[in-house]
């Protein structure tokens, strides 16, 4: 990753993450929310595609693990909340406004702590998502019938099953000031929304989706939005490409247009997409149709109540508790399965006087299969391991004696037969009562059969 240092002023980024809900049904509708997949234009009814005299009625679990998103970033929680019409328009937007959340957010302020220092929070709010934009080329029969050959043509077509799906926003103050802080800032709020189980983060699907607001400078007057990008690595390098861009031109006395712009991950280059809209420009206002919403202390109370231990609080908890090395935590609290297996399995080493580095080594190097493998199956497994001989001298006699014993064995491998090495494998562990190392075995025998 290239460093800041060399920037005359100081790189401010805020990052905005949009993250789709797993709930069963849409934000405002019945229609089902599981639009992964799907053949185009099935999940929809007259409120998702804004047909005339529909009217929307909101999810309540979404506005629920809104709230307790934004309790578990420490934001505050509104009391009093509403939805908001957001006015542009798009072919994927079937209303020609978005119903989203202005001025009374659900929640408001909070922070995520990364290893380059705490980002602050501005607002966690809830919205619906729009349709999706599919750009392909379709054969045109037209020709085809006239030319008696099918010709293409480019078209984008629209698929609304993903429209009005529940999305939630959160939204960082320009707190960032590296594309490593970036990254690490949206790597920990995607395992915490994981931990939570309020959507599985997934950027190959959509369901989780990375913006960044990128400026060299919070007095130079313009912010440049790079939209929609979907991996971690690809978030770093467009803020990475975006900055050396900037500088350029603000070496050339040149102030960078205030727009928002893609990043094309083939070349690592961002593009002008549009000037970039203020607030003012989406004209905002209550959604009519949408009472505003009133939460009592005991309503958060009980949605707090229902808190899971979040990732950077069982990292500390197994530092202090099993001192794992720091190279481990970023695959042990990918995502709560596999931290509920690794803390199942780390109690059981303790009770058995095993090394928890080990453990968790296993678990990381050798990529046990949770599914497959218990806890109580991989402590017993790394038991049997600690007890194999390695000692190469002592295998070494054991293969000179089973190679003196087995001649035709011998012969029987050096004419091609490859079931021969398993044999005479076999043999040293009779051998060594099972207790020798099987790869070590079967290295030094491949080393003497040659010889």
């Known amino acids: ?38 053949k185009p234009n099935t999940l929809t009814c007259p409120v998702c595609l804004g047909l005339p005299g529909a ?47 202005y001025d009374q957010p659900l929640g408001v302020g ?6 380059q220092g705490k980002v602050s929070i501005t607002r966690v709010h809830l919205e619906e998502d729009t349709g999706k934009l599919v750009h392909t080329k379709i054969p045109s029969s037209a020709e085809g019938l006239q030319h008696k050959t099918l010709k293409s043509q480019k078209v984008s077509l629209i698929d609304f099953n993903r429209s009005g799906v529940p999305l939630v926003e959160i939204v960082s103050e320009p707190d960032i000031t590296s594309s490593d802080q970036a990254k ?32 060299l400078g919070m007095d130079l007057g313009y912010k440049v939005e ?18 050396d861009r900037q500088q350029k031109l603000l070496d050339q006395g040149t102030t960078p247009a205030q727009e928002t712009r893609g990043y094309n991950e083939q070349t690592g ?20 149709d949408i009472p505003p919403m009133q939460f009592t202390d005991q309503d958060i109370d009980k949605i707090k109540s229902q ?35 690794t803390d199942e399995t780390l109690a059981l080493a303790a009770s058995s006087n095993l090394d928890s580095n080990l453990v968790t080594g296993a678990i990381v190097n050798k990529k046990v299969d949770i599914t497959k493998v218990k806890p109580q199956q991989l ?31 011998v012969t029987d491998y050096q004419a091609g037969k490859a079931t021969a090495l398993q044999f005479l494998l076999g043999q040293v562990m009779r051998l060594s009562r099972g207790q020798a190392d099987p790869q070590l075995i079967r290295s030094t025998l491949l080393h003497q059969l040659k010889a």
């Open 184 to 215: 690490a800032y949206a790597k920990n709020l995607a395992r915490i929304i994981r931990f939570l189980g309020i959507s599985d983060a997934d950027m190959e699907k959509g369901s989780m989706r990375l913006e960044a607001n990128v400026s």
């Open 269 to 288: 280059k961002t593009f002008s997409q549009r000037s970039k809209e203020e607030a003012q420009d989406y004209r905002y206002f209550p959604e009519p």
């Open 55 to 101: 009217l929307p009625v909101p999810n309540r679990q979404a506005v629920d693990w809104t709230i307790f998103l934004g309790l578990a970033l420490g934001s505050r929680i509104n009391h009093h909340s509403k939805f908001d019409r957001k006015h542009y328009f798009y072919p994927d937007l079937p209303k020609g406004y978005q119903i989203s959340q």
């Open 110 to 115: 909070g922070s995520l702590d990364t290893p």
């Open 1 to 38: 990753m290239k460093s800041t240092n060399k920037f005359k002023f100081t790189p401010v980024i805020g990052i905005e993450v949009h993250v789709e809900l797993a709930t069963k049904s849409k934000m405002f509708c019945g229609c089902s929310a599981n639009h992964f997949s799907t």
């Open 307 to 341: 808190l899971p231990q979040l990732p950077a609080a069982i990292q500390t908890r197994w530092h202090q508790d099993y001192h794992l090395k720091d190279q481990y935590y970023d695959v042990l609290l990918a995502n709560p399965i596999i931290a509920s297996y």
């Open 226 to 243: 790079l939209k929609n990008i979907n991996s971690f690595n690809f978030l770093a390098r467009a803020i990475d490409y975006e900055l």
């Open 379 to 409: 402590i017993h497994q790394l038991q049997q391991d600690q007890t194999k001989v390695t000692d190469t001298d002592q295998i070494g006699d054991w293969v000179k004696q089973a190679l003196a014993d087995n001649p035709q064995a």
